[in-house]
């Protein structure tokens, strides 16, 4: 299957500072880059998506940024507060179908008050 | 109920249990999976459901056995488990296979513990 590189694997940030995580691909075919939150003990969720014919998508305090030249896409968080703590994933889609769908291996996010 | 909800929670069983894990979901999704969720691993797809129909099988053992008897239930029959089998299993659904339709939404998961 594709590969996706997720760093870091663990990131630990001050309240109010920005968090941000990086994925790298291979795939050129890639057109589909969504991030999960998974909190400890919970389900992971979808936070946020972009699509390959976007360069950049915001909601609130979380951002996601698509570089397709260069293969890697970033999430931002700013303002991070306590509850942002979680593990999240990106994912990596192409093919048009769920189950090609690709997840890193996940990023630990700790915000400290 | 709303949502997607996995039961047991946690299960703990032998080499030479039979036990299963069902999932139901109450969104009218179409299509239903299972992932393996293992420590420090990426989530891996094991089953994948439309409509009822097997759409994918990516090279899991036969001691998992999935059976979807409609479109929201989806159980995960297990076997002759080996202790590296131990992980958290999750389920999801989504409105189809298609990413156009957007996101998977998981259940809680199925802690399974092989002594």
């Known amino acids: 299957g594709e590969n996706v590189e997720q760093h870091p694997s663990t990131l630990s940030v001050q309240e109010g500072d920005s968090a941000v995580i990086k994925c790298t691909y291979s795939?050129?075919?890639?057109?589909?880059f969504p991030w999960y939150k998974q909190e400890l003990g919970k389900r992971p969720q979808l936070i946020i998506d972009i699509r390959s014919n976007v360069g950049e998508k915001k909601d609130q305090r979380i951002a996601v940024t698509l570089n397709k030249t260069a293969k890697h896409f970033s999430l931002h968080i700013t303002e991070t507060q306590p509850e942002d703590s979680a593990v999240y994933f990106c994912v990596l889609g192409g093919g048009g179908s769920n189950y090609k769908l690709t997840f890193g291996k996940g990023t630990l996010l700790t915000v400290n008050p | 109920e709303t949502g997607v909800t996995q039961t047991p929670r946690h299960l703990v069983m032998g080499m030479t249990n039979k036990k299963s894990l069902k999932c139901e979901q109450h969104?009218?999704?179409?299509?239903m999976y299972w992932y393996k969720q293992s420590a420090k691993k990426p989530l891996e797809l094991m089953f994948v459901y439309s409509l009822e129909e097997r759409v994918e099988n990516n090279s899991v053992p036969s001691r998992f056995s999935p059976e979807c008897p409609n479109s929201s239930h989806l159980f995960l029959h297990l076997h002759t488990l080996q202790p590296e089998d131990s992980a958290l299993y999750l389920c999801?659904?989504?409105?189809?296979?298609?990413?156009?339709?957007?996101?998977?939404?998981f259940g809680e998961g199925s802690r399974l513990t092989v002594l």
């Open positions: 969104l009218g999704h179409n299509a």
């Open positions: 795939d050129s075919a890639s057109n589909y």
């Open positions: 999801a659904s989504s409105q189809d296979t298609g990413t156009d339709t957007g996101e998977l939404f």
